[in-house]
């Protein structure tokens, strides 16, 4: 409960610090709607052209974006501050956080909170909600609750994911450009269902980084492919992911602590 | 007289070559930036590549290139992103202009436009010689139906190699536009935003400009945008030829010229401004 | 009671050499270097004392507050600060301890200052009653009446200097680490941070370990001088202890006979760099 009130606290302050610059949020909010608009754009000129690909139409796949997007947006909204830890280690601000009586976690998820990202999800929303308008979806409690889950374990599976970034930012701050591949790439090709991309990503996408946990498989069940509702229960699956990023971020803080910087 | 030009001429371009050479070698330098660069043009390479299979086996006669040109499309693109990302600006250059440190550069005996052009050019250039190669070779060795395909003849390579060259000239070009549009702007921040979304989408680097409907197509293929990477990536797997081909260099050169032009003259106002206000 | 026994701590470092040739060696095979940044250090320090911790720079200064505050875990010996081994129970640690790093700033740069401190009063749980307390008697004796309204990027460097002291006070630690407070401040600002430094050890009895280059901090603030180089302690004892030693070593050119009494304290600690080959 205290760690709530005092992240919300947190947050009110990263809040009235980004108001004190409001062209440029505006203007970064912009950025970002535009960035997805023009992915939106690609699939709705390929599916002009092609009207459906491995048995998606147009609107399921935009249900399908819609949701990673938000997912994403969410992720980044929230944990941010594990996106940008390489300027954290970089500058020293750690051993603030070191020296501080609270968990380092709680700390560097109150240091940012990115209302920028909202450009990105008012893209995400618009989508959705054109999804939702065009797909012979019957929305049922059920589906609302995949689509909630989804929402829970993408965003789980994203802030896991920048998790491990940060704590690999204690071994090195050289080339972990690579780890963009597992988040930009993983919102830029989410827009598709993933066994869209082959056998051989979908296992890729399974058992090394969980995304079809939170994409594939629930969608299987909202898109009514399958009347299993355990489908619909698989994004929980990234708890376990969560866990094992959580342990690889305590392993970087204590070489952090036994190396120094 | 003549001879002493000539002298002169020589000693100007020698001076940008080696903004072009300073540049360059501060390019390479980031090594493990590149590596990671690396693998990620790889991945989205490959993403690539599976879902445009995914359309082509979903329906074949709704494609609008051969297949092979996709790849080849798809993988150069990969390999020479840095040439062509219009959204990697120098902040130096922004930073510069509104801090109105540009006074400074004035009183070099230099042109800025071309001082400019050699630096965003070598720096375009040294990030894409770290990264194309192990790309290009990697995906000249790819099973089918991945596999980028080799030029028809030395014809088309040669033209490759050219309109390469002009590709990266247009996309430079634009880009000095766009340093020099914040000269006459309170804060360009916005519109350079909006600016590069829209080059963006209209360059083909989203979708290739083939795949975009009729009248659509027609019409951006004639902005200059096309004369980025559309041009150059499409001659490479003859996807462009004949007519059509000497149509779209033309527009290339002819945007090249003019974007120059529009630059050099723009440039020489806002150094008028600059002087005139003293920064 | 602070004590340091034996402590060592040595830091492994990648070898780099320049050249591409040494870049793709560094691929396969990293080249380490330890560096040995304390060996063997102990010193104690009573409650309620005052110690300049001294030596040039890359001495082990900040390694040893970083050991200190729990921050680091040396390679061999102990340490206890009133009974707790730092780097054990870190948290139940540092919520007795302030820390200031003279370099760095804690303060949100665009809210009030008054906004961080009810932030760190919530990070470190102080009682309402205590922080009113606190907070009162921080800013009569820093003079922060003004300064709490303004947002921190307002601040002049001294008068963010005071902030950053009160903040890092807020929850009353029996011990303070200063790591190099007086930095970069002008001579009014230095004034006002001694003072206060000197009232709050005099009247909360609190213990301040000082790092710093400023010898005029040192004249003012400590009686007791811990000198460290190459990572080791040289010397621990009063101003007058670290006079003689240079006294001993007459044979420096730069003293003649006599003039020792005459030394600035700057240029006794140049010395003695000099003689123990620490510089």
Redesign the interface.
């Given at each position: 409960m205290?760690a709530i009130?005092?992240y919300l606290?947190?947050i009110s302050?990263v809040i009235?610090?980004t108001m004190?610059?409001k062209?440029?949020f505006l203007?970064t909010a912009?950025?970002q709607f535009?960035?997805s608009?023009?992915?939106f754009?690609?699939i709705y000129?390929?599916f002009?052209?092609?009207?459906?690909?491995?048995g998606y139409s147009y609107s399921e796949v935009l249900l399908c974006f819609a949701i990673m997007l938000m997912e994403f947006s969410l992720a980044e909204c929230f944990a941010r501050g594990f996106d940008a830890f390489a300027g954290i280690v970089r500058?020293?601000?750690f051993?603030?956080i070191?020296?501080?009586?609270?968990s380092p976690i709680l700390?560097i998820l109150g240091s940012k909170f990115e209302l920028s990202r909202i450009g990105r999800m008012l893209q995400a929303v618009v989508m959705f909600v054109y999804g939702i308008y065009h797909s012979n979806i019957l929305w049922t409690w059920d589906k609302v609750l995949t689509v909630i889950s989804m929402l829970f374990g993408g965003t789980l599976l994203f802030a896991s994911i920048f998790l491990i970034y940060a704590a690999l930012c204690f071994f090195t701050l050289?080339?972990?450009?690579?780890m963009?591949?597992l988040t930009d790439?993983a919102r830029?090709?989410g827009k598709?269902p993933i066994d869209?991309?082959?056998s051989r990503?979908m296992k890729i996408c399974t058992y090394i980084v969980p995304y079809t946990l939170v994409q594939y498989y629930p969608l299987q069940y909202l898109l009514g492919r399958t009347d299993n509702p355990i489908y619909a229960l698989y994004p929980f699956g990234t708890i376990v992911f969560a866990l094992i990023s959580f342990c690889v971020w305590r392993f970087g803080i204590s070489h952090y602590?036994?190396?120094?910087s | 007289m003549k001879k002493q030009s000539t002298i002169q001429r020589e000693f100007s371009l020698r001076k940008y070559f080696s903004f072009f050479r300073l540049r360059f070698n501060m390019g390479i330098q980031y090594r493990t930036a590149a590596a990671a660069g690396m693998v990620t043009q790889f991945v989205w390479g490959f993403m690539e590549c599976f879902v445009y299979k995914a359309f082509y086996d979903s329906n074949p006669a709704a494609f609008p290139m051969e297949f092979s040109s996709m790849m080849a499309y798809i993988w150069l693109q990969q390999a020479f992103l840095m040439f062509f990302a219009t959204w990697m600006m120098d902040n130096e250059i922004f930073d510069l202009i509104i801090n109105g440190n540009i006074a400074y550069e004035l009183c070099r005996p230099v042109s800025i436009y071309n001082m400019w052009f050699a630096k965003n050019a070598a720096n375009r250039l040294s990030k894409a010689v770290l990264r194309c190669f192990p790309i290009l070779i990697t995906a000249l060795l790819l099973p089918e139906p991945f596999r980028m395909p080799l030029p028809k003849d030395i014809g088309t390579a040669i033209l490759f190699v050219g309109t390469m060259a002009l590709g990266l000239g247009v996309t430079v070009a634009f880009c000095i536009l766009v340093y020099i549009l914040s000269f006459f702007m309170v804060s360009s921040q916005g519109i350079r935003i909006l600016l590069t979304s829209l080059v963006d989408f209209f360059c083909g680097s989203i979708v290739p400009i083939p795949f975009l409907p009729e009248p659509l197509r027609t019409v951006v293929e004639l902005l200059p945008f096309a004369g980025m990477q559309n041009v150059p990536l499409r001659i490479y797997s003859s996807d462009l030829a004949g007519t059509e081909m000497t149509r779209a260099v033309g527009l290339q050169l002819f945007w090249f010229v003019l974007m120059v032009g529009l630059g050099k003259w723009l440039c020489r106002i806002a150094e008028r401004r600059v002087v005139v206000q003293g920064g | 009671m602070i004590t340091m026994e034996h402590v060592c701590k040595s830091y492994r470092v990648a070898k780099r050499n320049a050249g591409m040739k040494e870049a793709c060696k560094a691929l396969f095979h990293r080249q380490v270097e330890s560096i040995h940044a304390l060996s063997d250090v102990s010193f104690t320090i009573g409650d309620g004392e005052m110690v300049g911790y001294i030596g040039p720079n890359r001495a082990g200064k900040s390694s040893t507050i970083k050991i200190l505050s729990g921050i680091l875990t040396p390679d061999s010996g102990s340490c206890y600060v009133d009974g707790r081994i730092p780097w054990k129970n870190r948290i139940e640690h540092v919520r007795q301890i302030g820390v200031v790093f003279g370099q760095r700033s804690q303060l949100w740069w665009d809210v009030p200052v008054i906004d961080s401190f009810a932030l760190l009063k919530d990070i470190y749980s102080i009682s309402t009653p205590q922080y009113e307390h606190n907070l009162e008697e921080l800013t009569d004796l820093l003079h922060l009446q003004e300064l709490l309204k303004t947002p921190t990027r307002q601040l002049s460097l001294g008068q963010r200097m005071r902030c950053e002291i009160a903040a890092s006070l807020l929850h009353q630690p029996n011990i303070l680490f200063l790591d190099e407070p007086t930095i970069g401040l002008d001579a009014v600002s230095k004034l006002a941070v001694r003072d206060f430094i000197l009232r709050l050890n005099q009247e909360h009895k609190t213990t301040v370990i000082l790092t710093t280059h400023d010898m005029q901090d040192i004249e003012a603030l400590t009686q007791r001088v811990i000198l460290i180089g190459k990572g080791r302690v040289l010397l621990d004892g009063t101003l007058a202890d670290m006079r003689k030693k240079v006294s001993l070593y007459k044979s420096d050119s730069n003293i003649r006979e006599g003039n020792i009494n005459d030394l600035s304290l700057d240029e006794i600690i140049a010395c003695l760099y000099r003689q123990m080959h620490i510089a």
């Open positions: 205290r009130r005092l606290h947190y302050i009235r610090s004190e610059y062209a440029s203007l912009m950025g535009l960035v608009f023009n992915i754009l690609g000129f390929l002009a052209r092609f009207s459906e690909v491995k500058e020293g601000q051993d603030r070191l020296v501080r009586p609270q700390q050289d080339g972990l450009e690579f963009n591949v790439g830029e090709y598709y869209v991309y082959g990503i602590q036994s190396a120094g | - | -």
